[in-house]
């Protein structure tokens, strides 16, 4: 059976993370869009010096990229979020699709890709369907802003960089709604795979031939 590609995605402190975790929990492989970006600005990793040149001063005395230094010098310039996101995208979308080449050698029926920025992005053509974990947005503000050198400015930015839960919903073939009882989201993603045995398979590995 064809693998199926399964798009995990939603805006910031929506409990996506929780999510992936109930999907493995389910025994469906979860590659970590997030995991792979620390591990390109991690020491020894040939994407640092690429950066550094880039955006000089942002390498720690560890010999990894400073995420901190690198957010202070992207998050209000947009020509520069750009810049770094030309250099990075490329390399998690060849880490995804090793990832994939795994699976589907090993006869995997299934695997989520957990995007943050899945569709806006436009990397919904690379898969099968997409599930959007949604909270309401006064939850969502509350959890962010717990996180450490999180201001309201901040979560503002991060806010107009993603779409707007409307428009995600629009796009969504599932939305699983987060926040409430936690046995609700682990039934919600149960039913939704439920629903994926004859789901139409058409992203791997065709359209990641034609990427």
Known sequence: MTLLVI???????????????LFRGFGVPVFDADAAVHALFA??????????????GTRDETGAIDR??????????PAALRRL??????AVRQAERRF????????????VLDVPLLLETGAERLVDCVVVVEVRSEIQATRAL????????????????????AEKRRR????????????????????????????PRRAWPDAWLRH
């Open 172 to 199: 969504a073939d599932f939305v699983l709604p987060a926040g409430y009882d936690r046995g609700a989201s682990a039934c919600g993603i149960a039913a939704i795979l439920g629903r994926l045995d004859r789901w």
């Open 43 to 56: 020491p020894g990793s040939p994407m640092v010096d690429e950066i550094a040149a880039a955006f000089p």
């Open 85 to 90: 996101e030309g250099i990075v995208h490329p």
């Open 146 to 165: 717990r996180r450490p050198g999180m201001t309201a400015e901040k979560l503002a930015a991060i806010r107009r960089q993603q779409l707007p839960g």
């Open 7 to 21: 798009g995990l995605t939603g805006g910031i402190a929506t409990g996506k993370s929780r999510a992936a975790r």
């Open 100 to 111: 994939l080449q795994r699976l589907a050698r090993y006869r995997f029926e299934m695997a």
């Open 68 to 77: 901190k230094a690198l957010g202070g010098r992207v998050f209000a310039d």
